[in-house]
């Protein structure tokens, strides 16, 4: 039985350590456009720039950058890599919903059947982004461990997906109104006010949908941390990913709330990366984890954070 690789985009936001520690082969890699015209390889290890620079620039100097997908023949030198090793190939992409990369991985792997008929290629849309990408890879890694082919493991993830949650908040709402993401009003009416608007996944879209609204920061770290506790399950089993898009102290501290009253077997807190932050902004602060399945239209999951937040 061939062994298999696990492929990735650089959009998991995974330093070199945590891929060779959570077995991620190879990524795949996209170019984010700089406000001066110039493009730039992502890097997930920031050592082109700094989380600090890169989203102070968006904040201070209101510049906006631009994520593109790597076209097919780029993601076909990555596949040929893994497979001249004799390996089947997962790869697990950034959400369709956000990105044409799972579709320029599917065409890449179509076309690469005939130069290698003996091999087996799949590539599934996480439906996620950043490090909640990881937690997929991650599983992936242990069904390996386990013994099992690629197309077990395909199965166990996709299963695995409709579990994976975000709880968070972002408070740049101006950003957000200046991608053309939110009107100018409501994020002069929102910073006014102190909205926070908490996102969840939505599986049918591959988007995140705003499921509640807390009133200034302090709440929206409570109500984020009793979510999380409401909707994970075995937490002593689980790495939880915090991330953040220029909010380093926010995430430390929403972390240690984390710890202290879920108690997970792991958090990280790691910077969202250079090609989800262009779309994104400053602002973010979420956590990623497996809890319970997600519910048809995020129904249950509105629910139950309107109980807590009322």
Known sequence: MASFSIVSDAACDLGSELRARFGVDALIYSDVLYPDGHSETVDPD???TTPEAYYGAMVDKKQMFKSSAPGPEN???VFRKELDKGNDVLCITLSGGMSAIFDQCSVAAKELKEEYPARTVIVIDS????????LPCICASECRKAGKNVEETAAIVREYLGTIHQSGWIDDLFFLARAGRLSKGTAIMGTMIGVKPIAEFNEETGMF?????ARGTTRAMQANVAYVKAMIEKPEEQIV???NSYRKELAEQFAEMIRAEIKPK?????????NCGANIG????AVFFGGKKL????ADETAALAAILK
């Open 241 to 243: 990913f915090v991330v």
């Open 75 to 77: 993601v076909k030198l």
């Open 295 to 298: 519910s048809a239209g995020l």
């Open 127 to 134: 439906r996620r982004y950043s490090t909640a990408i990881a």
């Open 209 to 213: 949908q705003v499921i509640g609204k």
């Open 282 to 285: 400053p602002g973010l602060v």
């Open 46 to 48: 920031w050592k082109n």
């Open 266 to 274: 792991e958090v990280i807190v790691n910077p969202i990366g250079q």
